[in-house]
């Protein structure tokens, strides 16, 4: 007796397992009906026709993070970079991801590494780095158009890593050693041209300080020799202007022949005693002896009266 009220209580659960079903918050479920789609169950308590309807998937409908492996791929100058990423999906239509695709996490993330190839192939090495956000969104562009009919949305996509080959890496540390010795040439290059522009203008400030200061002494020697032009000029013109008077005077006129007279013969006494050519009578130069003893005597002769 007691066998056959286990049985029956064990035949009564397997009769309840399969006529509730509880379908949590984060999924849905895909009920077929003898094989055939029947509908789809939102979350919550639902009961079923035991042996008849069967839930054949459930879906995950939170965001679900994939990871793409690393893969390499050639970029458009031809060099070899592996690169991986995160593709970010959710189950938008519970039906489609069923029957729109065997598995479409593993869809996804082949869909994903084949698009990463081909936009890593139209982009340089220099772009991929510098151009990731661009390339993010072109992924999931492309991803997002084939995958619609699966039934998912892809949010985004993140290239995590993107590591360029060995050799690739020592010849990108030797242009940017050389490119760091470039900038130091040129920056040398710079300081020294600078300096020496700085050196030219100094010798150019000095030269203009120079000839500034030769030019105001030339200006000052000139003024000097004009004033003492202007000075003699008119000690000149006022020694003429007593002689003119004097001339007029009685006894002047004969007193400037004989100064006249007097300073001829001293000049040609000069003349005589320094020259080695003789072209006049070198008694001449005893003239100054006799008009000298002349005037002594008109004086004498004068005393006298």
């Not at 300096?195 to 120079?210: C, D, F, M, Y």
């Amino acid at each position: 007796m007691l066998a056959y009220i286990t049985f029956a209580i064990l035949g009564l659960l397997f009769i309840l397992y399969h006529w509730i079903l509880i379908v949590q918050t984060r999924e849905v479920c895909v009920i077929e009906r003898f094989g055939k789609f029947q509908n789809i169950l939102e979350p919550g308590i639902h009961f079923l026709i035991p042996f008849i309807d069967l839930a054949a998937y459930r879906h995950d409908i939170r965001e679900q993070c994939i990871n793409v492996p690393p893969q390499n791929c050639i970029s458009r100058d031809n060099i070899q970079i592996e690169v991986d990423g995160l593709v970010y999906i959710k189950v938008m239509d519970g039906r489609k991801a069923s029957y729109g695709i065997e598995n479409y996490r593993k869809a996804a993330i082949n869909l994903a590494q084949t698009t990463m190839r081909s936009e890593i192939g139209k982009l340089k090495l220099s772009q991929t780095f510098s151009e990731r956000d661009s390339l993010n969104e072109t992924i999931v562009v492309e991803i997002d158009k084939a995958s619609e009919s699966w039934g998912i949305k892809v949010l985004r996509y993140e290239v995590m890593n993107i590591t360029p080959s060995h050799n690739v890496v020592q010849t990108l540390e030797k242009q940017m050693e050389a490119e760091r010795q470039k900038r130091a040439e040129i920056t040398l290059a710079t300081a020294e041209k600078e300096s020496t522009i700085n050196l030219s203008e100094g010798e150019r400030q000095e030269a203009i300080n120079v000839s500034e200061g030769e030019k105001q002494r030339r200006i000052n020697e000139a003024h000097g020799r004009a004033k003492e032009i202007s000075i003699i000029a008119d000690a000149t013109a006022e020694g003429m202007a007593i002689l003119a008077q004097s001339i007029n005077e009685p006894g002047g006129e004969d007193a400037m022949h004989l100064r006249l007279l007097e300073s001829f013969i001293s000049q040609v006494a000069a003349v005589m005693d320094t020259a080695d050519v003789t072209v006049v009578p070198a008694e001449m130069a005893k003239l100054s002896g006799f008009f000298e003893g002349m005037e002594h005597v008109s004086k004498t002769i004068q005393g006298r009266k």
